[in-house]
């Protein structure tokens, strides 16, 4: 067609000898020159067809280019730097949305149990019942409600989520003492979050076992010898056993996957629907070419939160780097590339930013939570939650992160995560090329 008339029909064979031409391109190239009246096609006799020569000079079209070229994924990152750039909402969403989910999550999520309220429900009333239950009120870890008079009101106090527990303490508490029996105490605890409930029930015992050996050190006589082996009990790497110091490590894991690789997948989902992706069929631009021009400033996006996030956990959250920052930083830079690969990964299978936004978000975050150890070691799952933590980045560099910022680990001794991240890079990237097409189907 020409001028919206058709200037010819037929099989491309057909209309290749009509016009005596070389090929097909030849052919079109006449009938377009013929129509507008420019003169005869030149001469072509003895040159090499237009396909041939731009896949002997390198260039697109009926081949790939000859060789990888810098200044082409270059022109490519440029370009997505500068879309993101000039569009507010995406640039906000990369460089606010974690530091307000990571305040959240930092100061929202707990496992602590300090100042846990609770109540006692003394049916004794005794000098001795009033020691005991000392051991409680005077602890951080604890904080002390107005008495309970009664089961119901117990209960009741429970439901309502005003007590995490109550401990009760039986009448004649004090005239078993004294006659040398252990009478038994009641504890009730809240077991809506059994994690909190079994927290809370070894800091009472341990309270409680403090009492005994203090009913012992002051008479030994009635209650025998002091036990030759006193057991002493010490966390290392978080001696104040704040569960701040595991969470600010697995929050940063957690949000340079998600928001990463939700960017990318969307950015690349994002041409298909406007049409742009059009400029990667018609150029001599390589698969490898635009994947690393698309990546590259989402990995530098990701390396400015990780940064921003790491101000806010030493200055704000009082979480400092013990380890080697340098070997953190590093883990980071893999782990950035790790992320926005499996969202370049993730746009290769969907058509639309809606898809890509909740299918890449829902198949980070799930293992990343699960199975990369931030609630449970990867080394006490078993079967197919082991599997995936073993083949998700977010595992390794969860032991990165708590290795430099908890345990003062350095480079040396984190060598095999690194080397697990460089391998998601290099994998995810291969899957990703060999998924993408170059030309529409």
Partial sequence: MHAGKVLAVGPPAELVRARKARTLEDAFIA??????????????????????????????????????????????????????????????????????LMVTFSYGVTFDVENMSYAALDRDRSPESREYLDQFAHSRYFREQPPLFDQAELERRLRSGELKFAIEVPPGFGRDLRRRRRPEVGLWLDGAMPFRADTIRSYVAGA???????????????????????????FRYNQAFKSIYAIVPGVIMLLLLMIPA???????VREKEVGSIINLYVTPVTKLEFLLGKQLPYVGLALVNFATMALLGVFVMGVPVKGNFPALL?????????????????????????????????????????????????????????????????????????????????LRDLTTPMLALAAFVVVYLALTRALLRKQEA
């Avoid at 409680?208 to 010490?234: E, K, S």
Wanted: proline share 8%.
């Fill in 330 to 410: 590093t883990g980071a830079v893999l782990y950035a590339g790790a992320a926005t690969g499996f969202g370049l990964l993730m746009s290769s299978f969907v058509g639309s930013q809606v898809a890509a936004i909740f299918a890449t978000g829902i198949l980070a975050v799930l293992p990343a939570v699960h199975f990369s150890g931030i609630l449970t070691p990867v080394s006490s799952l078993s079967g197919g939650g082991w599997a995936m933590g073993a083949l998700f980045p977010s595992a390794y560099f969860q032991k990165i992160a708590v290795g430099c910022i908890t345990k003062g680990l350095d």
């Fill in 31 to 100: 009938y377009l020159v013929e129509a507008g009246g420019v003169g005869s096609l030149p001469d072509t006799a003895g040159q090499p067809a237009p396909a041939q020569a731009r896949a002997a000079s390198g260039g697109g079209g009926a081949g790939p280019p000859a060789r990888f070229s810098p200044r082409r994924l270059w022109a490519y990152a440029r370009r997505e730097a500068t879309e993101i750039r000039r569009d507010p909402i995406r640039l906000a969403f990369a460089l606010l949305a974690p530091l307000v």
């Fill in 208 to 234: 409680h076992q403090v009492y005994l050996n203090a009913l012992t050190r002051t008479d030994p006589g009635r209650w025998g010898q002091r036990p030759p082996v006193d057991l002493a009990v010490r």
């Fill in 262 to 268: 939700q960017m990318t997948a969307v950015a690349v």
